[in-house]
Nanobody, 122 residues
Framework: QVQLVESGGGLVQAGGSLRLSCAAS????????MGWFRQAPGKERDLVAG????????SYADSVKGRFTISRDNAKNTVYLEMSSLKPEDTAVYYC???????????????WGQGTQVPVSS
């Protein structure tokens, strides 16, 4: 199994930036793909971004392309989500997820963090 702990959430004004971190433990971090999801109040959980085990391949939801960047530091067992030009509609609980069965990100989380809240004020 993989244990994931998110951090870095908090209130931010529209147009601002924030960096989320997700620390992983339990398995060889560099062997599996990672992703970020978010869930807005009253809505389903949506995929935001994904990254391959090496970090060489990334993917994004259309709603965040050009504004969010996913990256990972395999030496620190951590994946990041750099968010800029934030909008009120980005308000959500953000979750990181690991697909420890794959080195390529296919959009499926097998282990989840507890989530971190990101309210964006207008």
């Amino acid at each position: 199994q993989v244990q994931l702990v998110e951090s870095g959430g908090g209130l931010v004004q529209a147009g601002g930036s924030l960096r989320l971190s997700c620390a992983a433990s339990g398995r060889a971090f560099s062997s599996y793909a990672m992703g970020w999801f978010r869930q807005a109040p009253g809505k389903e959980r949506d995929l935001v971004a994904g990254i391959s085990s090496s970090g060489g391949s990334t993917s994004y939801a259309d709603s965040v392309k050009g504004r969010f960047t996913i990256s990972r530091d395999n030496a620190k067992n951590t994946v990041y989500l750099e968010m800029s030009s934030l909008k009120p509609e980005d308000t959500a609980v953000y979750y990181c997820a690991a697909d420890f069965h794959a080195s390529t990100w296919y959009g499926f989380g097998k282990s989840w963090g507890q989530g971190t809240q990101v309210p964006v004020s207008s």
